[in-house]
């Protein structure tokens, strides 16, 4: 059964460096997010990305945030400079998009996460 | 704003009986509603997806209502078995984007 990957699995970073999330979405899916978990807190979303372009993002996805389709198959999350409060878990998700004239969006299929943690 | 809210404690029940989470909302007119299982460390698992017309979905053991008067989901297991135990998530979503807003998660121990 098809799969969204992430990786790494784990990131450990310094405060006030870059870092980038990668995600393969499922292959023919149209829709893509990302979401962070902090420990211990609800799911939240960061941003949705469909025909090469943000479509919403959330007050959390500031300018320090960008994501990225660079080839067909991957997704990127970058932060530009890390701070501490971004430690969390980083989820990449996958929705199929159009079926004949509707755009379907609505089931998300979710990566196994990225860990990072900002020292 | 936007506000979701699941059993905020844990429930713990006997194998083989039913659970039943709750999931409330306030301020928000969802056009569908989802339900996803998390086991610790792990990503959130696809379950059940109910839109704003629909009452009731089933699938196998899992049953979910949505009533749109009351804001309300219920999200059933019946026939519990411990391979059940992990967190449950309520979602929310509507527009086009696809955005989700996830409730906190009721956490379920079933005991053998």
């Known amino acids: 059964e098809p799969e969204v990957t992430q990786t790494p699995s784990h990131q450990v970073t310094q405060m006030g460096q870059e870092v980038i999330l990668r995600c393969v979405p499922i292959s023919n899916h149209l829709y893509f997010y990302w979401y962070r978990q902090i420990l211990g807190q609800k799911v939240e979303f960061l941003v949705s990305?469909?025909?090469?372009?943000?479509?919403?993002k959330s007050e959390i996805f500031d300018d320090q945030f960008s994501v990225e389709r660079p080839d067909g198959s991957n997704f990127t999350l970058k932060i530009r400079s890390t701070k501490l409060e971004d430690s969390a878990m980083y989820f990449c998700?996958?929705?199929?998009?159009?079926?004949?004239?509707?755009?379907?969006?609505?089931?998300?299929?979710f990566g196994p996460g990225t860990r990072l943690l900002v020292l | 704003s936007q506000k979701i809210e699941q059993n905020s404690e844990a429930l713990n029940i006997q194998e083989g009986k039913t659970a039943t989470l709750t999931c409330n909302y306030t301020n928000y007119s969802p056009a569908y509603l989802q339900w996803y299982r998390q086991d610790p460390g792990r990503g959130p698992v696809f379950l059940l997806l109910i839109r704003e017309n629909e009452k009731e979905k089933r699938k196998e053991r899992l049953k979910v209502t949505f009533d749109t008067t009351l804001k309300q989901s219920l999200f059933h297991i019946t026939a519990s078995q411990p391979a059940d135990s992990a967190t449950y998530l309520c979602?929310?979503?509507?527009?086009?984007?696809?955005?989700?807003?996830f409730g906190q998660g009721t956490t379920l121990q079933v005991k053998p």
């Open positions: 979602a929310l979503g509507s527009g086009n984007t696809g955005k989700l807003i």
């Open positions: 990305f469909y025909n090469n372009e943000i479509s919403e």
């Open positions: 998700a996958s929705s199929e998009g159009a079926r004949g004239w509707r755009v379907f969006q609505e089931t998300q299929y």
